[in-house]
């Protein structure tokens, strides 16, 4: 199993990024997807998750109304929009993968994603 994070960058508040993540080696449409990212210094949190079909999503406070999580299943891929990035959001963002679907809790995905970096000057 594969999960290849793509899309990260350096960008100013303000701006806007889109991350990809493309899994191979399962079957995509039974796994519920997510993002979490970690900071420097801090833990790794929860950022968004998408169920397997048709798709709720969830999202951390902090992100909710500015983060988009969507999936192509077709591609095996989710993806996330992320709008009006802010300092804070400065992390490397990570996909996962959960065969038991959706969950805040990183311990509970299957498989990770080596993760991309994103940063966002002020």
């Known amino acids: 199993v594969q999960l290849v994070e793509s899309g990260g960058g350096l960008v100013q508040a303000g701006d806007s990024l889109r991350l990809d993540c493309t899994a191979s080696g399962l079957t995509f449409i039974n796994y519920a997807m997510a993002w979490f990212r970690q900071a420097p210094g801090e833990e790794r949190e929860f950022v968004a998750a998408?169920?397997?079909?048709?798709?709720?999503?969830y999202y951390a406070n902090s992100v909710k109304g500015r983060f988009t999580i969507s999936r192509d299943n077709a591609k095996n891929t989710v993806y996330l929009q992320m709008n009006s990035l802010k300092p804070e959001d400065t992390a490397v963002y990570y996909c996962a993968a959960n065969i038991e679907g959706s969950s805040y809790y990183s311990d509970e995905y299957d498989h990770w994603g080596q993760g991309t970096q994103v940063s966002v000057s002020s």
């Open positions: 998408m169920s397997r079909n048709p798709g709720s999503t």
